[in-house]
């Protein structure tokens, strides 16, 4: 297991983020912000430099979180009415949802594989289009079909993709973010496991949702909320999620992926040192811990 950052949690500079986490022993990092956008889609002088410092600072990129399917869905067909501007209304939002979808698959992908392989991140962090309100399960054909695609695209690049478990979205708990990649039938095709995000949704993220994606996993995001018994939920350094049992079927499993410090909380330095310190700190009590059971 090798700890990482997603680097705009600790700074919209990657050059400060990269600095700062190698002060704190930290090599490996995950790309999502770059200054005020998101890769890839950062300006050309931007992206020469954040590709200069990659190589001066000598640091490794786990992966690229680009957005990509965080969006909602296109139904089947617009929805119709016999009012004139309703139905027109109606007609440009499904245009629009179409040409959304239409621009991920065909431009932010391909330029987020360009990335990556510039880079030498070997993983694209995807998401499962948003639910907009509709049942959870199970994923529309859509949704696998776009996923399948992607998945088809990056391994043409020597690349995998990981769908993120996402509160809201059809891939928001362990069990439905497995079953999903299942339906895609797509070998280079893993899971961005986020327990945080999952229990926003019900799920119980260990042991039961990491049970459903275990032998899936090809990324951790580490981060934790509080989920109070009318839904409602906050984000917070320790809450709800069982980090140590986690952490301790992590290890067990000879999981080796990264496992990304994304507390999501201010002040930005204050908060990524908190929760590396906490990280640490469960890795080396489950490291120490007597090998009384074994979760497989």
């Given at each position: 297991?090798?700890?990482?950052?997603?680097?705009?949690?600790?700074?919209?500079?990657?050059?400060?983020?990269?600095?700062?986490?190698?002060?704190?022993?930290?090599?490996?990092?995950?790309?999502?912000?770059?200054?005020?956008?998101?890769?890839?889609?950062?300006?050309p002088h931007l992206r020469r430099r954040l590709v200069r410092a990659v190589r001066d600072f000598g640091v490794s990129i786990t992966a690229l979180s680009p957005g990509l399917f965080k969006i909602?869905?296109?139904?089947?067909?617009?929805?119709?009415?016999?009012?004139?501007?309703?139905?027109?209304?109606?007609?440009?939002?499904?245009?629009?949802?179409?040409?959304?979808?239409?621009?991920?698959?065909?431009?932010?992908?391909?330029?987020?594989?360009?990335?990556?392989?510039?880079?030498?991140?070997?993983?694209?962090?995807?998401?499962?289009?948003?639910?907009?309100?509709?049942?959870?399960?199970?994923?529309?054909?859509?949704?696998?079909?776009?996923?399948?695609?992607?998945?088809?695209?990056?391994?043409?690049?020597?690349?995998?993709?990981?769908?993120?478990?996402?509160?809201?979205?059809?891939?928001?708990?362990?069990?439905?973010?497995?079953?999903?990649?299942?339906?895609?039938?797509a070998a280079n095709l893993g899971v961005n496991w986020d327990p945080a995000n999952a229990l926003i949704d019900g799920d119980v993220p260990w042991p039961d949702g990491y049970g459903a994606v275990r032998g899936l996993v090809r990324n951790v995001h580490?981060?934790?909320?509080?989920?109070?018994?009318?839904?409602?939920?906050?984000?917070?350094?320790?809450?709800?999620?069982?980090?140590?049992?986690?952490?301790?079927?992590?290890?067990?499993?000879?999981?080796?992926?990264?496992?990304?410090?994304?507390?999501?909380?201010?002040?930005?330095?204050?908060?990524?040192?908190?929760?590396?310190?906490?990280?640490?700190?469960?890795?080396?009590?489950?490291?120490?811990?007597?090998?009384?059971?074994?979760?497989?």
């Amino acid at each position: 297991m090798r700890i990482s950052l997603v680097t705009d949690e600790l700074s919209g500079d990657p050059e400060t983020a990269f600095e700062i986490g190698l002060e704190w022993g930290i090599r490996d990092f995950e790309l999502r912000g770059v200054h005020d956008r998101r890769v890839p889609r950062i300006e050309p002088h931007l992206r020469r430099r954040l590709v200069r410092a990659v190589r001066d600072f000598g640091v490794s990129i786990t992966a690229l979180s680009p957005g990509l399917f965080k969006i909602p869905l296109p139904a089947a067909s617009p929805q119709h009415s016999n009012l004139g501007w309703m139905d027109k209304g109606f007609d440009l939002a499904w245009s629009a949802a179409k040409a959304e979808m239409a621009d991920h698959l065909d431009s932010l992908l391909p330029q987020s594989l360009e990335l990556a392989a510039e880079l030498g991140a070997p993983l694209i962090v995807a998401f499962s289009f948003q639910r907009g309100g509709d049942r959870a399960d199970p994923a529309p054909g859509a949704v696998v079909e776009a996923l399948a695609r992607a998945a088809e695209a990056a391994a043409q690049a020597g690349i995998a993709l990981a769908i993120e478990t996402e509160e809201g979205h059809w891939a928001n708990t362990g069990a439905r973010t497995a079953a999903l990649v299942a339906a895609t039938g797509a070998a280079n095709l893993g899971v961005n496991w986020d327990p945080a995000n999952a229990l926003i949704d019900g799920d119980v993220p260990w042991p039961d949702g990491y049970g459903a994606v275990r032998g899936l996993v090809r990324n951790v995001h580490f981060k934790d909320v509080a989920v109070e018994p009318d839904g409602r939920w906050r984000i917070v350094e320790d809450g709800g999620v069982d980090w140590p049992g986690q952490i301790a079927a992590l290890l067990a499993d000879g999981y080796d992926g990264p496992i990304a410090l994304e507390p999501h909380l201010s002040p930005s330095v204050a908060s990524c040192r908190r929760a590396l310190a906490r990280l640490r700190g469960l890795i080396e009590q489950a490291q120490n811990a007597p090998k009384i059971f074994s979760t497989r």
